[in-house]
């Protein structure tokens, strides 16, 4: 596959009266054509700010991009101007936001909305943009489209509005489209049918799709690759097989190892990660995971664990190898249980 997004050593910092906030610290890896990528971690990890970067929407001030390439289709998006990345964003690129309901205008008809991008982007009249409009709606699942095409944001239940807005975000057949949490405040039933629209849409389009989510089980179904965020880097990456099945990061084991199991045949008390992420704010030194992992060693408070590759093509930040430790082989096998 051809490769259509590469991040390199992406650094976006927040400047704020405490000091600088890095939010995101150095972060590099890659998207191909219709693959899913899928960005896990805790609030405040660093995913919907590097989302965030990919579009350049951080508020500036007190948000920076400071360093790094954002490159797509063969170009630097954090060299173009304003016209150009108005160009590529809702069009090129487009992007699911976490809650559908501050994202739609509630004053404007959904019509009005789904054909602003359809008309800026395509050059469409206004009939052809309405009549559009009336495909998507239908395309996403939402019944009797040419009449809720009138309707407003309030008219419109949570799981609707969420197709609304997956329908707005591929109105443009966008090559990659960005997922922040699109199933949040959803109940399951309406989380799996939004997911299974996302996922039938970017296959029929050959759409690249990064995904944010908590949801390890989103991950496990709908993720080619995963990438795990911790304190602003990328902890572990690897294909979502190799991941959930041998997972080289004690993070990740933790994160594994916290997913209930459907087959327990006794209650089991789910795994806890102890503590609380760093402040980001603050200079770390050695392993930001060091304080909450029962795997430290004394290097691990002084040295600064690089991203290696483990096994081919899974990459993960740990001076120990769970795969070769006899001390971390059990948790890493039962955490990969947990995720089964």
Known sequence: MARLLEVNNLKTYFFTEEGVVRAVNGVTWHLDEGETLALVGESGSGKSVTAMSILRLIPNPPGRIVEGTITFEGKDLLKMNDAELRSIR????????????????????????????????????????????????????????????????????????????????????????????????????IQAQVLEIMARLATDLNTAVLIITHNLGVVARYADRVNVMYAGEIVESGSAVDVFKRPRMPYTVGLMASVPRLDATEHVRLTT????????????????????????????????PELEEKEPGH????????QVDEKTRVPASEAAAAAN
């Not at 789904?114 to 469409?124: F, K, N, S, V």
């Not at 760093?278 to 691990?300: M, N, S, T, Y």
């Not at 990459?315 to 769970?322: F, G, L, T, V």
């Open 90 to 189: 809702g069009n090129r690129i487009a992007m699911v936001f976490q809650e559908p309901m501050t994202s739609l205008n509630p004053v404007l008809t959904i019509g009005q909305q789904l054909r602003e991008a359809i008309q800026l982007h395509l050059g469409l009249s206004t009939d052809d943009a309405t009549t559009r409009a009336v495909e998507l709606l239908e395309l996403v699942g939402i019944p009797e489209a040419d009449q809720r095409v009138k309707d407003y944001p309030h008219q419109f239940s949570g799981g609707m509005r969420q197709r609304v807005m997956i329908a707005m975000a591929l109105s443009c057949n966008p090559r990659l489209l960005i997922a922040d949490e699109p199933t949040t405040a959803l109940d399951v039933t």
């Open 273 to 304: 990660i102890e503590g609380q992420p760093p402040l980001l704010v603050q200079e770390i030194h050695g392993c930001p995971f060091r304080p909450r992992c029962d795997w430290a060693i004394d290097k691990c408070a002084t040295d600064h």
């Open 315 to 322: 990459w993960a930040r740990c001076h120990r190898n769970p």
